[in-house]
């Protein structure tokens, strides 16, 4: 097939039109992808994405047919030889999840040059783990400016979390870190809980997470875009929760709601995949897509979670209803029950709007991350599913992000 001879300038660079059928599976992209939307050209994919057969599928259900890419690089594109990926193999596949649930994901932005640290550093990037730090409480070592890579998820290991929490603590007397430092802690937190579900004395803590976020929110409205994970992380439950639980805490201040209802929606948001923890690894992690027992094993995670915070005296119970409710759509197409309009109540409204974006813009090895303005995008033409004016809201909230 032949490209079409339509060059484009976006932001001073040439752009020619391709079928989307001409892009490539399992493959790195070496440069940025556009739709016109509207008589406007707008990212859908970011550099260094790889791409796969889903990307395909989400772009035809939308009747996107061509996109548009940078001429100046389509040449490599073309003859480049396909690489080995772990994609290919599902044994490899199973041991990548394996490791990679040994791990925790934590922000790079938090490893500061000129401090030291007493747990080692790796890079996942394009399925491979890579040691980048040696360090240990016996053998410390420096962060220098060119020590983490720009690229690919930074991680350490699981084991290592005690050391990692020490050194939060450390960084908290540095009042520039602030927004990091709640964020990650709030994923520590987290991640905790997912380990142990019905503890009473982790959700307290939550509910402490959970007021620091509103009180940055409301001293500093900006700070949202420093509590949320937002470059194209793979998908970790901890890091998708507290992006859960900052935006549809975001989204409550933008339309008023009062200190005790933040602090209810705050909870149930950050919350809401608690249930996950009852799912098994091998379901959570699967290659591929879900056969039907296994997406409504997928779905019984809202079950579980209510069931994990329905009898917790430190868990409110208004906050139970972005716990069930987060999946369901006003159009009756959601689960558990299908509820439809009035029945789905305003912390399910909300939570489900910041549930299904994040869910978007969040990189799985068989579907890349959306850009946010290609998941709003989505969101909005999913019509009947979400609240119009609260869509609207959430829109102009997000509104800074590139």
């Known amino acids: 097939m032949g490209y079409a001879t339509k060059i484009k300038k976006i932001n001073e660079k040439q752009l020619i039109k391709i079928p989307v059928e001409e892009l490539k599976i399992n493959r790195a992209l070496p440069f940025d992808v556009y739709i016109r939307d509207s008589g406007i050209d707008k990212k859908i994919f970011n550099k260094a994405t790889i791409l796969s057969n889903s990307f395909l599928e ?122 990091l430092i709640i964020k990650e802690s709030a994923k520590v937190l987290i991640n905790e809980l997912l380990n142990e579900p019905r503890s009473g004395e982790k959700i307290k803590k939550a509910g402490e997470v959970v007021a620091n976020i509103i009180e940055t929110i409301l001293d500093e409205p900006d700070s949202i875009y420093s509590l949320l994970s937002l470059k194209g992380y793979d998908y970790y439950t901890y890091t998708h929760s507290v992006n859960v639980g900052v935006l549809s805490t975001g989204l409550g201040i933008q339309i008023g709601l009062d200190r005790d209802a933040l602090f209810k929606l705050g909870m149930g948001a950050i919350l809401h995949d608690l249930g996950k923890s009852q799912i098994p690894h091998e379901i959570l992690n699967k290659q591929g897509k879900l056969n039907d027992t296994e997406y409504n094993i997928i779905k019984q995670h809202v079950l579980f979670g209510y069931e994990l915070l329905e009898n917790q005296k430190e868990f409110p119970k208004e906050s139970l209803t972005a716990v069930l409710q987060h999946h369901e759509k006003l159009s009756g197409r959601g689960y558990p029950f299908g509820l439809k309009e009035e029945e789905i109540k305003l912390f399910g409204r909300i939570t489900a709007i910041a549930d299904c974006y994040d869910a978007l813009t969040t990189r799985r090895p068989y579907k890349p991350p959306l850009t946010p303005y290609f998941a709003l995008s989505i969101i909005v033409k999913e019509k009947g599913d979400y609240n119009p004016e609260l869509l609207k809201t959430f829109i102009k909230m997000l509104g800074k992000i590139k």
């Open 58 to 179: 989400v772009l035809k259900e939308k009747g996107i047919s061509h996109v548009y890419v940078e001429e100046s690089d389509l040449d490599t594109y073309k003859s480049r030889a396909l690489p080995e990926s772990v994609l290919d193999s599902p044994v490899a596949f199973k041991n990548y999840s394996f490791f990679k649930e040994n791990f925790y994901q934590i922000d790079r932005n938090l490893l500061i040059p000129g401090v030291e640290v007493e747990f080692s550093i790796y890079q996942l990037k394009d399925f491979n783990f890579k040691k980048i730090v040696e360090a240990s409480p016996e053998k410390p070592s420096m962060i220098y400016g060119d020590t983490i890579p720009e690229e690919g998820d930074i991680l350490i290991e699981k084991k290592d979390l005690p050391l990692f929490r020490e050194y939060l603590e450390f960084l908290s007397k540095r009042v520039e870190e602030k927004e």
